[in-house]
């Protein structure tokens, strides 16, 4: 990967400027995709300092294969947009240019500086500042400065390493080669300030160890619970956004059990958090959810958050449906009305968009659909355009534990057969519907 001789072990926000050439180092450009070279060949041109920062250079460090590359630069955003006719500043927190080269977008961010110590004075109109909130959390952050500020600004010491792609060399302010090989996720500077700048940076600390198998250093871990009530402020659609990179990334199971760990997952889904502690079987259905998910993106298969987010909340909403059934509701009814609950519930943290939270709803009454093994609609069920991701939910239940009278194993078989054989077993099955609840067992104790 890279010479260690040549790195310090010992990572700080202040470190001295450690400068790996060509012939230390594993990056070659023929690993870095032609419209990031292009982009910073032509900032170069004019006169610009360009460097490939961020994931794709630890990525290429650690021997992989970046599909996403990410430019630094001094040159402003508008500098950049009109460099480039096929691009668009975005942002207003913070103000980037995503850049389209053919099918690739390249995301460039100017070289962002120190904060402003009148952070409350208001912004004059294209003035470039940063403002914080009274918690310390950055409103906006839109400061530009050097090379070195801009790594020292940057959250992780991994995450802070640049290429320059004209000599070929690495450059590292904050000691981030020595992370990469110590395996260790490390805040720049001290973790509570960085957490309160940010919250969501918690999140970001757990994603990156799950993802890259890394232990979290000790201080960055030690700030996090008395930190972690920051995230309540953090808007409802951020930490939808948040939770794609959580859990759509292809290490959902690991991301899982650290979010539990470090007692996250209750600013995301704070009722599932509640039932898991207490219910082992709803943590072995969420489990079993994120181990598929891995499995599935891992084979190039597709996966929806509409399913993963199915699976987290379905503790909530299968037990609301069975205090409804107890209540009197008949069970799709009660369904149907504890789903619009749990979702209802479930937004005021996570701002779900209704192209997820349908098919959601679909899953979860399809549950109580799969129950009836009798007349046509059984037979013509396999063929609706949701039974697919049901049945695939239905068997989770089982592998979890829940008691559902093998149901998964009679629609596997039932599924496989020609559309008259469906009708003949359905027929042969008619007077015998199976229960309509939606209570959760575990199969080994029904007792």
Partial sequence: MIDSAAVSTQPQANARLNVIPRDQHCISRKNISDGALKVMSRLRGRGYQAYLVGGAVRDLLLGGHPKDFDVATDATPEAVHALFRSS????????????????EI?????FRGHHDSDADRAPARGENRSRQSSSGRLLRDNVYGTLEEDAVRRDLTVNALYYDAGTFEVFDHVHGL????????????????????????MLRVLRFAAK?????????AAAIPDCAHLLADIPAA?????????????CAAATLELLLQYRLLRFLFPHTSERLERDPAALALVRAAMANTDQRIAQDKPVTPAFILAALLWPVASTQAQQRQDRGEPAMLAMHHASQQTIAEAARHLSIPRRFSQPMREIW???LRLQHRHGRRAAE?????????????LLLREQAGEETGQLGQWWTGFQELPLEQRLQQARANRGKPGKRSTRTRRASSAT
Avoid: N
Avoid at 106 to 110: D, G, M, Q, W, Y
């Fill in 212 to 220: 890259l198998g890394f232990d979290i250093d000790r201080d960055t």
């Fill in 238 to 250: 951020r930490l939808f956004d948040e939770f794609l990179k959580l859990f759509m990334a292809g």
């Fill in 106 to 110: 390249i995301e460039v961010t100017t």
């Fill in 381 to 393: 069920l396999v063929d609706q355009r949701r039974f697919r991701a049901a049945y695939d939910f």
């Fill in 88 to 103: 668009r500043i975005i942002g207003r927190r913070f103000r980037i240019v995503h850049v389209r080269c053919g099918r």
């Fill in 178 to 201: 020595a992370d990469l090989e110590r395996r260790s996720i490390c805040v720049i500077g001290d973790p509570g300030l960085r957490y309160r700048e940010d919250p969501v940076r």
């Fill in 365 to 367: 009454e399809y549950q």
